[in-house]
């Protein structure tokens, strides 16, 4: 049997999905305009998580240094009187959700706590810093169809490595490069841009400010500005000011890229025809990851590649943003107000200095004991809480739980969700049965909130999908009907220049601050990106035995020095962890790359020693301004 699905998970390709029941196989909707048929490979595997030997599939108590089996009847009796108690002192309680799970029912646990006034989490592991940015410079978040990018005549993709995180539009790229599209890739290197790339220029880590500042420099000497372009903007003369107090050759040593490379950025920016730019989601988790954003959006404006076909800057999109919310559905409980909220990059330090303290606290959709920054101190800081996790394996967050509460997992619920890259919103139907015991979220809080003392209770699931589709203006029959829809936004955005600021007008950045100095006990910067072959955390265990894996360039200063017959440790200013060393050549020689969700009980967890910084804006988490070094010991 097949059935038309979609693929949940944090990705912005959204994946319209056959899914094949009878012989456990997932390909791409081939009827669906971007999944056009084919799919990753952590949802062409995903069968092997839904079947895994690993996953949790009935309810878990704590009894002792271990977990016993329970029925849903006495974990959520036991869950019910601790909450119950808690609700005397609403801020007592802690809801921490992520982006695991994606949809109009995965909102049910924010709207459920929002109802109970709990505490809440601020603050980003993701993409909030960027989407600050951009919202700061175009006024809306928006970017051009990604279908557009087949009329670029060239692309400067800058910093996204789309072998591992987007295969649709490396699709595209590669279809463009075919029609003569050129591809230019500004990165610090060691991923997989040179396979779509027809130039790679190397960049230090987080200082890509300051490449765009010197190809904004280049343009100001060179005179060729647009004056309708600069008509469009509300501080152009700030931008000029401090672009002129800017030195060429300081700027090119700043970002370590020689001035013959930044030359050659500017002229694929000036040269005739439309270039786009791909903006990564790693170059904004720097302590000036903002900015970083804010001066590449100027290069595509300033070049005049906004509001244009084949052009755009390209970040993200709201995943949300063809949706409502169906919260005021829900009946019992207190109208949201104002609520406490704990700064999630540095959650164990603000469980402990908590006042009043935290009593009780529920996570879902979110491994956070491994996903943020000082990870030991979040386990420590959730030995005093009576603490609820609803995930379907045993990793570094559902150790720390007094209760686990097993989920149904993707293809085995419904929900509808959108896309940060793309205009469709797609069905993703239940195509097999939840295995044992496993219960879909929004089942697991309607049950809980019916049980509750003072209830709160939930919509049917159904008025809710109904509810959220309203701002779309598609029907949910049509959903059921197709597995998919598109919701009509422009093709082109910011069409004849006008924006989202209430006087239509684009906003420059107005400052540009130094990189912080190197630190000379610390020298090398950790580079926690993206895997290939799973998504963040949710690796199989039998995949992280045996020391976790660095790489860094034969470049390195750390290379000549370190005896790799011997032990091999990774060290920061928070603690340290043993790894195996290998080589990539076109590595910048100060990064060191890790692949990203490793579990701390096996020793792979990078989080471990990541210090907690902010980035510049919405809170977002500085994971890559990480500094570090190599070392026998």
């Given at each position: 049997?097949?059935?038309?699905?979609?693929?949940?998970?944090?990705?912005?390709?959204?994946?319209?999905?056959?899914?094949?029941?009878?012989?456990?196989?997932?390909?791409?909707?081939?009827?669906?305009?971007?999944?056009?048929?084919?799919?990753?490979?952590?949802?062409?595997?995903?069968?092997?998580?839904?079947?895994?030997?690993?996953?949790?599939?009935?309810?878990?108590?704590?009894?002792?240094?271990?977990?016993?089996?329970?029925?849903?009847?006495?974990?959520?009796?036991?869950?019910?009187?601790?909450?119950?108690?808690?609700?005397?002192?609403?801020?007592?309680?802690?809801?921490?959700?992520?982006?695991?799970?994606?949809?109009?029912?995965?909102?049910?646990?924010?709207?459920?706590?929002?109802?109970?006034?709990?505490?809440?989490?601020?603050?980003?592991?993701?993409?909030?810093?960027?989407?600050?940015?951009?919202?700061?410079?175009?006024?809306?978040?928006?970017?051009?169809?990604?279908?557009?990018?087949?009329?670029?005549?060239?692309?400067?993709?800058?910093?996204?490595?789309?072998?591992?995180?987007?295969?649709?539009?490396?699709?595209?790229?590669?279809?463009?490069?075919?029609?003569?599209?050129?591809?230019?890739?500004?990165?610090?290197?060691?991923?997989?841009?040179?396979?779509?790339?027809?130039?790679?220029?190397?960049?230090?880590?987080?200082?890509?400010?300051?490449?765009?500042?010197?190809?904004?420099?280049?343009?100001?000497?060179?005179?060729?500005?647009?004056?309708?372009?600069?008509?469009?903007?509300?501080?152009?003369?700030?931008?000029?000011?401090?672009?002129?107090?800017?030195?060429?050759?300081?700027?090119?040593?700043?970002?370590?890229?020689?001035?013959?490379?930044?030359e050659m950025v500017y002229e694929w920016y000036a040269d005739r025809g439309n270039v786009a730019t791909v903006i990564g989601w790693g170059?904004?988790?720097?302590?000036?990851?903002?900015?970083?954003?804010?001066?590449?959006?100027?290069?595509?404006?300033?070049?005049?590649?906004?509001?244009?076909?084949?052009?755009?800057?390209?970040?993200?999109?709201?995943?949300?943003?063809?949706?409502?919310?169906?919260?005021?559905?829900?009946?019992?409980?207190?109208?949201?107000?104002?609520?406490?909220?704990?700064?999630?990059?540095?959650?164990?330090?603000?469980?402990?200095?908590?006042?009043?303290?935290?009593?009780?606290?529920?996570?879902?959709?979110?491994?956070?004991?491994?996903?943020?920054?000082?990870?030991?101190?979040?386990?420590?800081?959730?030995?005093?809480?009576?603490?609820?996790?609803?995930?379907?394996?045993?990793?570094?967050?559902?150790?720390?739980?007094?209760?686990?509460?097993?989920?149904?997992?993707?293809?085995?619920?419904?929900?509808?969700?959108?896309?940060?890259?793309?205009?469709?919103?797609n069905l993703c139907a239940p195509a097999v049965a939840p295995r044992g015991l496993a219960r879909p979220d929004f089942d697991i809080l309607?049950?809980?909130?019916?049980?509750?003392?003072?209830?709160?209770?939930?919509?049917?699931?159904?008025?809710?999908?109904?509810?959220?589709?309203?701002?779309?203006?598609?029907?949910?029959?049509?959903?059921?009907?197709?597995?998919?829809?598109?919701?009509?936004?422009?093709?082109?955005?910011?069409?004849?220049?006008?924006?989202?600021?209430?006087?239509?007008?684009?906003?420059?950045?107005?400052?540009?601050?130094?990189?912080?100095?190197?630190?000379?006990?610390?020298?090398?910067?950790?580079?926690?990106?993206?895997?290939?072959?799973?998504?963040?955390?949710?690796?199989?265990?039998?995949?992280?035995?045996?020391?976790?894996?660095?790489?860094?360039?034969?470049?390195?200063?750390?290379?000549?020095?370190?005896?790799?017959?011997?032990?091999?440790?990774?060290?920061?200013?928070?603690?340290?962890?043993?790894?195996?060393?290998?080589?990539?050549?076109?590595?910048?020689?100060?990064?060191?790359?890790?692949?990203?969700?490793?579990?701390?009980?096996?020793?792979?967890?990078?989080?471990?020693?990541?210090?907690?910084?902010?980035?510049?804006?919405?809170?977002?988490?500085?994971?890559?301004?990480?500094?570090?070094?190599?070392?026998?010991?």
């Amino acid at each position: 049997m097949k059935t038309v699905t979609a693929c949940t998970m944090d990705c912005g390709d959204a994946c319209s999905l056959l899914v094949d029941t009878d012989k456990k196989t997932v390909r791409g909707n081939p009827k669906h305009p971007f999944t056009k048929g084919f799919c990753c490979k952590k949802g062409g595997r995903y069968f092997e998580r839904l079947d895994s030997d690993e996953r949790i599939t009935e309810p878990l108590i704590r009894r002792g240094d271990g977990f016993a089996p329970a029925s849903w009847d006495e974990a959520l009796g036991l869950v019910t009187e601790k909450l119950d108690a808690a609700r005397n002192a609403p801020e007592s309680i802690l809801h921490v959700h992520g982006h695991g799970y994606r949809g109009i029912l995965g909102a049910a646990s924010t709207n459920f706590f929002a109802r109970l006034g709990s505490s809440t989490t601020y603050g980003c592991v993701c993409d909030d810093t960027g989407i600050e940015a951009c919202l700061r410079d175009f006024g809306v978040l928006n970017h051009n169809d990604p279908e557009d990018i087949l009329n670029s005549d060239r692309v400067v993709n800058w910093g996204r490595d789309m072998t591992r995180c987007s295969v649709h539009q490396l699709a595209l790229l590669k279809r463009a490069r075919k029609n003569g599209t050129e591809v230019l890739t500004i990165s610090p290197g060691g991923d997989g841009t040179p396979e779509f790339s027809d130039v790679n220029v190397v960049i230090r880590p987080g200082t890509d400010r300051f490449l765009a500042a010197a190809v904004l420099k280049l343009f100001l000497e060179a005179g060729d500005l647009n004056p309708w372009v600069l008509t469009r903007t509300a501080n152009w003369p700030a931008l000029r000011g401090l672009v002129d107090g800017l030195k060429f050759r300081e700027l090119c040593a700043a970002c370590e890229v020689s001035a013959t490379d930044a030359e050659m950025v500017y002229e694929w920016y000036a040269d005739r025809g439309n270039v786009a730019t791909v903006i990564g989601w790693g170059l904004q988790r720097h302590v000036f990851g903002g900015e970083n954003v804010r001066f590449i959006n100027a290069v595509a404006m300033i070049s005049g590649n906004i509001g244009v076909r084949g052009g755009g800057s390209y970040f993200n999109i709201s995943s949300a943003r063809n949706f409502g919310s169906w919260a005021h559905l829900i009946e019992g409980g207190e109208e949201p107000g104002e609520r406490r909220r704990l700064l999630l990059q540095d959650l164990g330090a603000e469980l402990r200095r908590a006042d009043p303290p935290v009593d009780f606290v529920w996570i879902d959709g979110h491994n956070v004991v491994n996903q943020v920054p000082d990870s030991l101190a979040v386990a420590d800081a959730l030995a005093a809480p009576f603490t609820v996790v609803v995930d379907g394996f045993m990793n570094d967050t559902a150790m720390r739980a007094d209760v686990i509460l097993p989920p149904a997992l993707m293809f085995e619920r419904r929900d509808v969700l959108g896309s940060f890259v793309h205009n469709y919103v797609n069905l993703c139907a239940p195509a097999v049965a939840p295995r044992g015991l496993a219960r879909p979220d929004f089942d697991i809080l309607a049950d809980l909130g019916s049980r509750l003392r003072e209830p709160v209770r939930l919509p049917d699931a159904e008025a809710c999908l109904r509810e959220g589709l309203k701002r779309s203006n598609v029907s949910l029959d049509e959903l059921f009907e197709n597995g998919f829809a598109k919701v009509n936004h422009p093709y082109v955005a910011f069409e004849d220049l006008v924006f989202g600021h209430l006087d239509g007008l684009y906003r420059f950045p107005e400052a540009l601050h130094p990189e912080p100095e190197r630190d000379p006990d610390y020298p090398l910067q950790l580079l926690t990106l993206v895997r290939g072959e799973f998504l963040h955390s949710q690796i199989p265990e039998k995949e992280q035995r045996g020391v976790p894996s660095v790489w860094i360039s034969k470049a390195n200063p750390a290379y000549g020095v370190l005896n790799l017959s011997a032990d091999v440790y990774l060290a920061t200013d928070l603690g340290v962890m043993q790894v195996r060393v290998q080589t990539l050549d076109d590595l910048h020689p100060r990064a060191v790359i890790m692949r990203r969700g490793g579990w701390m009980k096996y020793g792979h967890g990078a989080n471990a020693i990541i210090r907690p910084m902010n980035t510049d804006m919405a809170f977002g988490t500085a994971y890559y301004s990480q500094k570090c070094r190599l070392e026998n010991r």
